[in-house]
């Protein structure tokens, strides 16, 4: 298992590009679920520095955080509630130019401008989430649900 990340500068594409290949090196081995998320998440909040970055798991009828980098956060979401639950009930990404404008946008912090989530699927349901906040509005961009979409499609989460 690689535990080293380089961390590089360029589009966002290129970052993306170099990101890909670490984190599948960060997994491989790995069985542990936890253990392959929290190392996602890292080495994605230390590529992009972005405000929150984490899963959520479905666990008993409800998105319950699971690891993460930042501040703390809602610990858990209600099917149909904020960003999260209406991606949940989507089955799809989501992505929010400006938080303030979603309907029922949950503010875990005042400090999110925009915001994407992401769903984990599995078998045509939706098992968690990942969700990632910017500081900066109009953040997050198809290039980001193309490789957001691939990086939650590389963890095995049997």
């Not at 966002?12 to 998320?37: F, R």
């Not at 915001?115 to 969700?131: A, F, Q, S, Y």
């Not at 997050?140 to 963890?155: C, G, H, N, R, S």
């Amino acid at each position: 298992m690689a535990e080293d990340l380089n961390v590089i500068e360029g589009t966002k594409e290129e970052q993306y590009q170099s990101l890909l290949p670490q984190i599948q090196g960060l997994m491989e081995g790995e069985t542990d679920l936890i253990a392959n998320l929290a190392n996602v998440v890292a080495a994605l909040k230390e590529q992009f520095k972005w405000f929150w970055v984490g899963f959520y798991l479905v666990k008993d009828g409800v998105l319950v955080v699971g690891p993460f980098q930042g501040p703390v956060a809602c610990t858990r979401i209600r099917k149909g509630k904020g960003v999260c639950g209406t991606c949940w009930v989507e089955k799809k990404t989501i992505i929010v130019d400006d938080v303030t404008k979603f309907p029922g946008h949950i503010a875990c912090s005042s400090l999110s401008s925009s915001e994407i989530v992401v769903p984990v699927m599995r078998d045509n349901k939706v098992i968690g989430v990942l969700d990632v906040d910017s500081d900066q509005l109009n953040y997050f961009d198809a290039t980001d649900q193309k490789y957001l979409e691939q990086i939650v499609a590389m963890i095995n989460f049997v």
